[in-house]
């Protein structure tokens, strides 16, 4: 496993009426964070607030390309981005505590806060398709070029971890500075990582690795 500092190269926020940031996703052309009671997009260029959805949002987001995801209580509702109108749900795998959201090849994929799971799920039913185990809890979970990554925030101490997608093994560490937490992950397709900051009602820039940008 390599570990290295994480590299934070802009914060957004804090913004009205958003004391506290949840679930993050990008849909390659605004980052969207989850406020508890909303959904609000950020232009990444000018960091400013440009659109919100007034939907239930406490805890992890997702986007197919299509659509967003946002994890609401027990459930999980797919909405139409354009109109904000939620389209369906499916049920949040049974337990405690769901956080993270992601989409990857056709599937939702969830953390599953205090039991240190994540999860693969039928977004058409909810059904779980596999299961792997975390050493730590599960903040936010992303994708990108083949690599499962999630985020971790457990008192003073927080970090972005590459783990192997089928043993759940951690390869890689970026640790996030003394008090500065991620609530959130979404990666953009590229070199960095948008990181929701819980209630610093932040979102934070990390560069994903050494030479990428």
Known sequence: MTRSPAEILREYGPFPGADHVHGVTYDGRHVWFASGDRLNAIDPESGRMVRSIEVAAEAGTAFDGLHLFQIAGD????????????????????????????????????????????????????????????????TGVTWIDGELWHGSWEGEESDLRRVDPRTGEVLERLEMPPGTGVSGLESDGGGRFFCGGGSSGKVRVVRRAAGKS
């Open 75 to 138: 459930r999980i509702q797919k909405i139409d981005p354009q109109t904000g109108q939620v389209l369906s749900t499916i049920p949040v795998p049974a337990g405690n505590g769901v956080s993270g959201l992601a989409w990857a090849d056709g599937s939702l994929w969830v953390g599953q806060y205090r039991e240190r799971k994540i999860h693969q799920l039928d977004p058409e039913t909810g059904v779980v398709l596999r299961s792997l185990e975390s050493s730590r809890v599960v």
